[in-house]
C-alpha cells in the first residue's frame, strides 16, 4: 500500500519554509525520505524509527508520529538547492514503499 | 570511487529488442535493488537480492530477469521490449543495520 504524500506540488521563495507530510493506513516501523533533483538520483536524507524522534540535515528535519503512521519534513529557511522532489519511503516491517513524490520548487 | 554505478545512462532501442543494464555497487552492502521510475516518477520496486539470493520479486512480467553473480553486482536482463518499459530504471544498495538506499544514477530506456 502506497503511502499518501500532501501537498503533491508546493513552490515557495527563498528562505520561506514548507512541511511536507507522508501517511500510511499500515503501522510503520520507520519512514525514510529523499530528494531527487530533476535528472538525478534519489538522495537519502534522513530514516525516522518507531518512537516519534525528530532528526535534522541542514536546515530540513522530520517528525514521525507512529500512532497516527504519519511522517512530516520541515524545511525552514528554503534555498534553492532545495528544489527538487521529495519522497518519503515507508517500512511496515512487510514491505518498504516510496509515496508518490512532493515537488519542491524554490524561487529567488 | 562511484558507489552505485550503473551502466549505461542512456539506452534507446526497438521494440522487440532484448537488452541489459549492469549495475555495481563498492559500498560493500549485502541487499541490491531494482527500481523502475515511470514518467510520473513513481518508484516502484521490481527486484531485490540479498548476497546474491532473490528476496523480493515484485509483479513485474517475466520479460525481466535479474541475475546477480555476486553480492557486488546486480544485472537487469530485459526480452522482447515494449513500448511500456520506457522509463528510468535505477539500481540501488542498502546494509542491514544501515539507515537508507544508495541510489545509482539511473538509466533511461527508451524503447521506440
Known amino acids: 500500500q502506497q503511502p499518501v504524500q500532501s501537498p503533491q506540488a508546493v513552490i515557495l521563495r527563498e528562505g520561506e519554509d514548507a512541511v511536507i507530510n507522508c501517511s500510511s493506513s499500515k503501522a510503520l516501523y520507520s519512514v525514510h525520505w529523499y530528494r531527487q533533483k530533476h535528472g538525478e538520483a534519489p538522495v537519502f536524507l534522513m530514516i525516522?524509527?518507531?518512537?516519534?524522534e525528530q532528526k535534522g540535515h541542514e536546515k530540513i528535519s522530520a517528525s514521525f508520529n507512529e500512532k497516527k503512521q504519519q511522517s512530516s519534513l520541515y524545511l525552514t529557511a528554503s534555498q534553492l538547492s532545495y528544489s527538487g522532489t521529495y519522497f518519503c519511503g515507508t517500512d511496515s516491517g512487510q514491505n518498504f514503499v516510496f509515496g508518490p513524490g512532493t515537488r519542491l520548487s524554490v524561487l529567488p | 570511487d562511484t558507489a552505485v554505478s550503473q551502466t549505461p545512462k542512456y539506452l534507446v532501442t526497438q521494440m522487440g529488442n532484448d537488452k541489459s543494464i549492469k549495475c555495481e555497487q563498492n559500498?560493500?552492502?549485502?541487499?541490491m535493488y531494482w527500481y523502475k521510475q515511470d514518467s510520473k516518477k513513481f518508484l516502484k520496486i521490481m527486484f531485490s537480492y540479498n548476497n546474491k539470493e532473490l528476496i523480493i520479486n515484485e509483479t513485474v512480467p517475466n520479460r525481466f530477469s535479474p541475475k546477480s553473480p555476486d553480492k557486488a553486482h546486480l544485472n537487469l536482463h530485459i526480452n522482447s521490449l515494449e513500448l511500456g518499459d520506457s522509463a528510468v530504471y535505477f539500481c540501488?544498495?542498502?546494509?542491514?543495520?544501515?539507515?537508507?538506499?544508495?541510489f545509482g544514477s539511473g538509466t533511461r530506456l527508451t524503447v521506440v
Open positions: 559500498l560493500g552492502h549485502d541487499t
Open positions: 540501488a544498495s542498502s546494509q542491514a543495520g544501515a539507515p537508507g538506499y544508495t
Open positions: 525516522l524509527l518507531k518512537g516519534g
